[in-house]
């Protein structure tokens, strides 16, 4: 069995050559909008997930075409998100594929059963514990969100890019999040990351599961082991 390789979103994976992962070695698992790059530069992931339940309802027509591709082999969202009937329809074409956060947490054998606190990096860790990886790497988990001008706070507390962001210090690519991309406000639970990515680990040692970061920021140091990302091979 191969690794997973987890590529989270920060920005310290600005410049990174994805097309210098060894796809022998390692099986990959993509967050969020990341896809926006990787469909872009033609770069194919294994596995999905996303469980803020706003961004997932916000691009419900990419995230439905993103599971209709041969090349996906399964992914997670939230059944938060209320997806409309028609995409819900589409989704129940490749069932198979899509795996829902919420049923998953009922199975009681599932790791993703056993956390109180969960983000997005935190359940990646988990679904592919889930999915019997043994080794799993991480790149691009920065945990230092800076709040910028380009964000407006809605009626509802979720927030709304107001315009194109240039040179975007929370994410490795602009188009990450673009004018009118709604999402939560990041944060807006008192050390949930942390917390979430310590049960993570906590779990995976319990399981017998190697967990890897590699990162040139030291935001998880305390918390993991981070190597630098010239030593990721």
């Not at 706003?54 to 996906?72: A, D, S, T, Y």
Request: charged share 25%; aromatic share 12%; hydrophobic share 35%.
């Amino acid at each position: 069995m191969k690794d997973l390789l987890i590529i989270c979103n920060g920005g310290s994976l600005r410049g990174f050559d994805f097309k210098t992962i060894d796809r022998n070695k390692y099986d990959v698992m993509t967050q969020g909008m990341a896809f926006r790059y990787f469909h872009k530069i033609k770069f194919n992931f294994e596995y999905y997930l996303c469980v803020d339940n706003v961004v997932l309802k916000h691009n419900e027509w990419e995230i439905c075409r993103m599971f209709k591709r041969n090349l996906l082999n399964k992914g997670m969202i939230s059944a938060l998100a209320h997806f409309s009937v028609e995409s819900l329809n589409k989704l129940k074409r490749h069932q198979a594929k899509v795996d829902i956060l919420e049923t998953v947490k009922e199975n009681e054998q599932h790791p993703l059963a056993r956390v109180n606190k969960w983000t997005s990096g935190s359940c990646s860790i988990l679904y592919g514990i889930g999915l019997g990886y043994r080794k799993i790497k991480i790149i691009g988990l920065d945990n230092d969100y800076t709040m910028i001008d380009n964000y407006i706070e809605r009626e509802d507390g979720t927030l709304e890019v107001n315009e194109d962001i240039i040179n975007n210090p929370n994410y490795f690519f602009d188009e990450y999040q673009r004018e009118g991309d709604i999402f939560n406000k990041p944060n807006n639970i008192p050390n949930l990351h942390t917390d979430a990515i310590n049960e993570a680990l906590n779990i995976a040692q319990q399981e017998g599961v190697k967990i890897y970061n590699y990162n040139d920021k030291p935001s998880f140091s305390e918390y993991i082991k981070t190597s630098p990302y010239k030593l990721f091979k």
